[in-house]
């Protein structure tokens, strides 16, 4: 049973190009976080997504960025017009309908150059 | 807004002591939660706190949350190298369960052979 899977590992983005991120959650899992870690910062939750639905998105910056978990498919960060500022490592969790955990991936790196 | 305090920011340790981290929130705690990340790598959760008064072990590690439920405690006997890493905790922010959480902004721990 794979973990929450998420991809890139690393990407590099140019100032004003698109990211984006991937995140399989477990197997039997319906809800993903998206998480955002700064430099030198704890994480900060971003948005959290049930199948189709974006449940809380109170952590999400208000412009360039957007969340989706379709149907099928992994979930999707995306960040368009990237600057600097949003290099950071982003992870994804995914947790049971009722469940008492929450697993990470292990994160995409995100260097904006 | 509610917020989790850790302390200390970062600690070092000569191999074989024992040490402490603490975890310190302004409001109630539902669900407690601690993991360890390692650079590069993702979250793993190391244990998960409910009930006041709760203590869990695993191996070497242990982990407290008090009476009130707005404090928990860390505790590494005989450290290693190997349990060198940055120590989070993070919290619900209702009802145990499938909602997101919150962390401190971490403890950076270094483990000296």
């Known amino acids: 049973n794979a973990g929450v899977m998420q991809n890139p590992r690393h990407l590099v983005r140019r100032r004003g190009q698109e990211a984006r991120l991937r995140c399989s959650p477990m197997?039997?899992?319906?809800?993903v976080y998206w998480y955002r870690q700064l430099p030198e910062e704890g994480l900060k939750f971003m948005v959290y997504?049930?199948?189709?639905?974006?449940?809380?998105e109170s952590g999400m910056p208000k412009e360039r960025f957007s969340a989706e978990f379709p149907k099928e498919g992994p979930s999707i960060l995306r960040i368009q017009q990237v600057v600097r500022g949003d290099s950071a490592a982003y992870f994804c969790?995914?947790?049971?309908?009722?469940?008492?955990?929450?697993?990470f991936g292990s994160g995409t790196r995100l260097t904006v150059v | 807004s509610q917020e989790l305090e850790q302390s200390p920011q970062s600690l070092i340790v000569q191999e074989g002591k024992n040490l402490t981290i603490n975890c310190t929130s302004s409001?109630?705690?539902?669900?407690l939660y601690w993991y360890k990340q390692k650079y590069g790598e993702g979250l793993i959760f190391l244990m998960m706190?409910?009930?006041?008064?709760e203590e869990k072990s695993h191996e070497k590690i242990t982990a407290k949350l008090d009476e009130k439920k707005q404090q928990s405690s860390l505790h590494i006997t005989a450290s290693q190298p190997s349990h060198a890493g940055i120590y989070l905790c993070?919290?619900?922010?209702?009802?145990?369960?499938?909602?997101?959480?919150?962390f401190g902004t971490g403890t950076r721990l270094t483990v000296i052979p």
């Open positions: 997504l049930q199948k189709e639905n974006i449940i809380d």
């Open positions: 409001k109630t705690l539902y669900g």
């Open positions: 993070g919290a619900d922010r209702g009802r145990a369960g499938a909602n997101n959480l919150f």
């Open positions: 197997k039997g899992h319906s809800h």
């Open positions: 706190l409910q009930k006041g008064g």
């Open positions: 969790a995914s947790s049971p309908l009722q469940g008492d955990g929450y697993t």
